[in-house]
Nanobody
Framework: QVQLEESGGGLVQAGESLRLSCVASGSVVSINKWAWWRQAPGKERDLIASITNGADQNYADSVNGRFTISTDNAKNAMYLQMNNLKPEDTAVYYC?????????????WGQGTQVTVSA
């Protein structure tokens, strides 16, 4: 069983930075794709960043240039460095990983971490 645990959310002021972490535990053999999604109150959940095979990065226009996704394969971890945060970045952030474990292929979601940016 693979589980994801997120951390790093919090309350910051506009212009400040936060770093989110997501760690996979359990019977992980390999992870080939990671992603961050977010859901603001009353809105749909949106994909904001992804990384495939540790190299191919993609970002939503809303975060491109401010957010950076990275991974540490040795730790089965993914990070989201968020700079120059804006009030519109306020949302619950979810990590997702897709890979292979002892039980076969998996896609797992984290429980979400709240990010609140005040003006």
């Amino acid at each position: 069983q693979v589980q994801l645990e997120e951390s790093g959310g919090g309350l910051v002021q506009a212009g400040e930075s936060l770093r989110l972490s997501c760690v996979a535990s359990g019977s992980v053999v390999s992870i080939n794709k990671w992603a961050w999604w977010r859901q603001a109150p009353g809105k749909e959940r949106d994909l904001i960043a992804s990384i495939t095979n540790g190299a191919d990065q993609n970002y939503a226009d809303s975060v491109n240039g401010r957010f950076t996704i990275s991974t540490d394969n040795a730790k089965n971890a993914m990070y989201l460095q968020m700079n120059n945060l804006k009030p519109e970045d306020t949302a619950v952030y979810y990590c997702v990983s897709r890979g292979y474990g002892d039980s076969g292929n998996f896609t797992k979601w984290g429980q979400g971490t709240q990010v609140t940016v005040s003006a």
